[in-house]
């Protein structure tokens, strides 16, 4: 076939160039090539240009590989990226808690103490630093009291699906799940419906070590020990779901929250002290700059008896409300559309960080994007109210886009947890009964274990435009970090879908010989990892070779890249 179609290419550009001599000699008349009649000579012409054509368009992409440069120089260090960025939020929702994590301890599926063997095994490669829970709009109408002892009250989950609440997974199943893969307490009070004395009660019931009454309860149901809570959340989204507060009803509300909710626990009170993270934002309309404002000057008029560590601030990519994007079966419109959406995380953060400084110059509140990540229309022929959605490549790209944003902002945004863990929105993992499936999601959150309380390294570059349509966005996006041990780690995203791209990275302040790493792309924009083809995205091996403090690497399209750089 090529070979017809060479000699045919070959034929026909004989043809034309004794057709372009003869006009050129000013031979009127029409010359035909003598080898092939008129009207096939013009068939095959135009089949070979048509062809020629297409294969053009197919090798594009090769052939135009793109190139940039990226200038690391590791003497310039910057902030700490708190480990905490890497969070994860478990709400009672759908199936995030109920199936995802715990199937009870008398399930067929292996468990420990009913919480899912495989889901601890795979959250435990990804070294989860902390999990926000038990909410969302959940928290503000959670009551612990329900969630601990041999006897569980059943009540309702109003918010989402009006669903059963068994209550089987309360305090000690969350902790106990937290021990088995190694992270820390990020519990949300309920401040919409509760009372500060009920969440003032949980924390003494959770940490003191004192034999009060609530820690021999503690006790009788299992742990003698105090819990650690790392972090408390004072409320939820006060302003919509969390009870429709306003800033300054919010404040009056969360100053008694801040003074009475009190962490007992002796190994907290002098170094490891929980942090108490306030509302705060919701996107960047006045409504929430001026939230913003007011809480962070009320934080700066603190007095001894209360105060808070961080203000919290929730961004979904999801285009419209009502969600509509789908999360599979999408091209590259769809692709485009979201990323532009997810990267408006970058201003909204300038944004509110810009107010945060005017009060707290020193950063001393820390900004917790504790809910984020994409939101897409629920899977068709599932409970609208559990939010479940697939995960693709796209969902790749969009999570290593705003670590990279979380990454570059690590001076004040020191926690962020994606939403949500399991079976909810843009999870780290899948499972249906007894099967279990890692998203694309999942991989980029693995690949990014070393950026975890690495020491942020600046990298300069021209990220250049891929351009859809009316849609343009950068082509690359890089951060570059040290972890404790010193080593240079790059994490390089290729957003453009159809372009290879050609990195020259130069390397000042060490000499790097190599770098190794694992790079995650897939066929499609809209590919995804289902229990039957779990391997349709996932990390492979790359390399590259360093010259002259140079390194050369060529990324994929739509792909994510993370090496670290060997000497
Ligand atoms: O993550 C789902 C919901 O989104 C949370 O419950 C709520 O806080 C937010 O609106």
Redesign the pocket.
Known sequence: MLITLASSFELTFQCLKRRFFSIWTSRISFVTCSSLPKRASLRAFSFVLSFALIVIALTAPAIMAQKVELSVDVSKTGAKIDRNIFGQ?A?H?GHGIYEGIWVGPDSTIPNTRGIRNDVVAALKAIKVPNVRWP?????DEYHWRKGIGPQRIVTLNP??GGVIEPNTFGTHEFMDFLDQIGAEAYISANVGSGTPQEAAELMEYMTTAQPTTLAKERAANGHPQPFKVASLGLG??SW???GNMTPDYYLSQMKIYSRFVRNFNPAQQDKDQMLKIAVGP?GDEPRWTDWTEAVMKASQQHTWSWDINGLSM?S?TVGHWPPSFASTGFGETEYSQILKFTLAMEDLISKHSAIMDKYDPQKNVALVVD?W?A?YAPSPGTNPGF?VQQNSQRDAILAALNLNIFARHADRVRGANI??MIN??QSMIMTDKEKMVLTPTYYVFKMYVPFQDATFVPVAFDAGTYTHGDISLPRVDAIAARDKAGKLWLAITNLDPNQPLEIEASLTGITAKSAVGETLTAPRVDSVNTFDAPNTVVPKPVSAKAQNGMLALKLEPKSVTVMSVEQ
């Open positions: 939020f709400e929702l909410g969302g709009c959940f928290a918010n989402w939820n989204e919509d779901c969390g919701g929730h979904y809910e990540g939101w939010l939403a949500q909810v929105l």
